[in-house]
Each structure stands twice: as structure tokens, then as C-alpha cells.
């Protein structure tokens, strides 16, 4: 197993996030207090040297104020803004609860959760945080058929997103007006398999001038022409925050 605590000499100036907290679904399923609560960690467990460290660091976290306090109006601006984020917060509790957990009143109680989810391991005198690998959100959780399926799509999504990155890299760097290439020459630019040049290419679609006609049966030698509506990347993609709240 890979750890934050492990790697943190490789990683001197930036905080170690694990990337598959939001791929296998953590910031989708747990509400914002327990996301921030989570990130926190990450920085206390890299830069502290015992358990009483972190938790000072813990302490001096703005954002964690007040977390898992029950919410009043008087801490948000608006009574819209309250509601919404009880109506929220409530959601994410009901598939906490449901998948046969309290919902933590502490932050005690919330690090004795990850800790029960392994998303933080107790070792002695300090915690630590898996990067490779790391639980898997849906096999912790009594979920939906609906809130399944939004999952599964953020770890398709967290699958595409990087090769679909390189890709929008790569050909923004060639700087033509028109493109000219294979699936061959895609997939060795882009180190990658045909299932996953598929999905690449689907997603590129809506960025495309015209979609590239019956792209699914071309030839892998067969070039395709194509041209990139760039406003739409600069737009759209480049905004674009890939998950969504599971219901």
C-alpha cells in the first residue's frame, strides 16, 4: 500500500490529495464537512509528527469551525442559503445512515468513521492515508440504482478526464485549423487502448466543428478529419468540475 506519509518527501511544497478520493466516489457520497475534514487530514497527516500534531493543525482550520455542529441560520447569509444546505446535508446523512452508520455530532466521531472506512489507518502514534489503493465508496454504502449510477459514471468520467486532457493539450499545440489523423496516430499520442480512444472521441464530439461521420466504424488506419471549436473548450471544459451530487 501507498501512503501519504510515504511518499511526502517526493511532494515537499503541495499537499497529496489522493485522486481516487473523488474517483471512487468519497466527495460525492460524504457531505462538504466531512470533504473538508478529509483534506485537512491530508495536509495534518503529511506535515505532522505525532497524532497530537495533527490534531493541533486540525484546530487551527478555519474551515473546520463549527463543522458537525447542528447549522443555524444565523451562520449562513441567507435563509435561502440555510436551507439549501440543510436540504443537502440531509441527503447525505440519509445514505450514511441507511448504510448502517450514525452520523458523526464530532469530529472524533468522524475520524473514527474514516478510520472504519479505511480512508484513514491509525498507526499508533500518528494516522496515515492510503493513495494506492483506496476503498471504493460503493462497496461501503447501501446505495440507490440511481446513486450507483451516478458513481459509476464519476469513475468513468475520472478515467476519461486525464486522456481526454492530454489530448485537448496535444492538438491545441499542433495549432492547425484542421486535423488530420488516424485512431493509430491517436492512440499512440495518447498511450491508450481502443475502449478507451472511444470514449475519448465521444467526449471530444460536442467540441468538434461537425462529429466525425460513422467515427465508431473508420478504419484504425483511415485518417479523420476534424476541426476543434476551441471557444467551446475554453468555455465549457476548462470549467467543467466532473461529478455530481449523488441524490
Not at 445514505?95 to 475520524?111: C, D, K, N, Q
Not at 478510520?115 to 493513495?131: A, F, S, Y
Request: hydrophobic content about 40%; proline content about 5%.
Amino acid at each position: 500500500m501507498q501512503t501519504i506519509r510515504e511518499v511526502r518527501g517526493n511532494n515537499e511544497d503541495g499537499v497529496v490529495i489522493p485522486s481516487s478520493y473523488t474517483a471512487n466516489g468519497w466527495s460525492n457520497v460524504l457531505p462538504h464537512e466531512m470533504n473538508v475534514l478529509f483534506h485537512a487530514l491530508c495536509y495534518a497527516v503529511k506535515e505532522g509528527e505525532s497524532k497530537a500534531q495533527m490534531r493541533e493543525m486540525l484546530d487551527s482550520f478555519a474551515g473546520l469551525k463549527g463543522t458537525f455542529a447542528e447549522p443555524t441560520e444565523d451562520m449562513f447569509k441567507s435563509k435561502e442559503d440555510f436551507e439549501g444546505y440543510v436540504n443537502v446535508l440531509e441527503r447525505h446523512k440519509r445514505v450514511i445512515v441507511r448504510s448502517g452508520y450514525e452520523y458523526p455530532t464530532s469530529r472524533e466521531e468522524a475520524l473514527a468513521l474514516f478510520e472504519k472506512w479505511g480512508i484513514l489507518l491509525d498507526q499508533g502514534d500518528v494516522w496515515d492515508i492510503p493513495i494506492y489503493p483506496f476503498p471504493d465508496a460503493m462497496e461501503m454504502f447501501d446505495l440507490t440504482d440511481e446513486e450507483k449510477l451516478a458513481l459509476a459514471y464519476v469513475k468513468l468520467e475520472a478515467l476519461i478526464h486525464p486522456i481526454f486532457s492530454r489530448l485537448v493539450l496535444a492538438l491545441h499545440e499542433r495549432d492547425d485549423e484542421v486535423f488530420h489523423l488516424s485512431k493509430a496516430d491517436l492512440k499512440q499520442m495518447l498511450n491508450t487502448n481502443d475502449a478507451m480512444l472511444t470514449e475519448v472521441l465521444i467526449k471530444l464530439t460536442p467540441y468538434l466543428e461537425e462529429p466525425i461521420e460513422n467515427m465508431l466504424e473508420i478504419p484504425d488506419d483511415q485518417p479523420m478529419t476534424f476541426s476543434v471549436v476551441w471557444e467551446r473548450i475554453y468555455e465549457d471544459f476548462l470549467g467543467q468540475q466532473y461529478s455530481s451530487n449523488v441524490q
